[in-house]
């Protein structure tokens, strides 16, 4: 098993708004597994369990996503 581990920050404490904050963080966790920025295969995520981490800032929130991922024989 291999852990990942992206964080992201939202400028709003509001939930609806930290949409953009997910987004980020997941494309890291993709990016960090696959050594790469571009061209992700991000389908490697669907089925996946993530846990999200949410911390409180002055302005805004800091979200934290860890997935850990199952090692496959290829």
């Known amino acids: 098993m291999t852990v990942f581990t992206a964080e992201s ?3 709003s404490r509001h939930p609806q708004d930290w949409g953009r904050a997910v987004a980020v963080a997941l ?5 960090q597994s696959q050594n790469a920025d ?18 409180e800032l002055a302005g805004g929130a ?12 290829d």
Request: aromatic letters at 6%; proline letters at 0%; zero cysteines.
């Open 9 to 11: 920050t939202a400028s």
């Open 27 to 31: 494309n890291s966790l993709v990016a």
């Open 38 to 55: 571009t061209d992700l295969n991000t389908s490697e995520l669907f089925g996946a369990d993530l846990n999200l981490h949410i911390d």
């Open 62 to 73: 800091r979200l934290s996503l860890t997935w850990t991922k199952t090692d496959t024989a």
